[in-house]
């Protein structure tokens, strides 16, 4: 065995001796307030289901009407394979619920960076980057 080899097995067994060794949980129920981790009743504090939407009976229905008439997967790219109906359903639902004339959805973090950074940085746009107008009507409804 290497040297190179024998440090990383001493430190390896140096994190499991102070409990400092990470594993996997296995997580066998919905997201919620209340999860099941390792056959073990928990209560959540770390989901990132804000709104507790994630096990909604409507959200939930509406995934699966959603799959049956479109698929699963991008396939590729919107910029090569074009731009889904669902996006563009989205999108326009939620610039009627902004009050905008336009709205778009960025499936990565970074894209919403750039595009962010680069419109903050052009006078014309930022009036309606910075001050966001609440929406007249809030509708109640999950799914069409």
Not at 93 to 102: K, P, S
């Amino acid at each position: 065995m290497s040297v190179f080899q024998q440090h990383w097995l001493d430190a390896l067994a140096a994190k499991k001796a102070a409990g400092l060794w990470r594993h996997h949980r296995l997580l066998s129920s919905p997201q919620g307030v209340n999860v099941c981790v390792d056959g073990k009743q928990m209560l959540a504090f770390c989901s990132n289901d804000y709104l507790g939407l994630a096990n909604h009976k409507d959200v939930k229905q509406a995934a699966i009407d959603t799959i049956q008439n479109t698929g699963v997967g991008s396939g590729a790219s919107h910029l090569v394979i074009g731009h889904h109906q669902e996006h563009d359903l989205l999108e326009s639902e939620l610039a009627a619920f902004t009050n905008r004339d336009r709205a778009l959805i960025f499936s990565k973090r970074a894209q919403i960076n750039f595009v962010f950074l680069h419109l903050t940085f052009q006078k014309s746009h930022t009036r309606n980057l910075v001050r966001p107008h609440p929406p007249k009507t809030a509708k109640r409804h999950l799914a069409p």
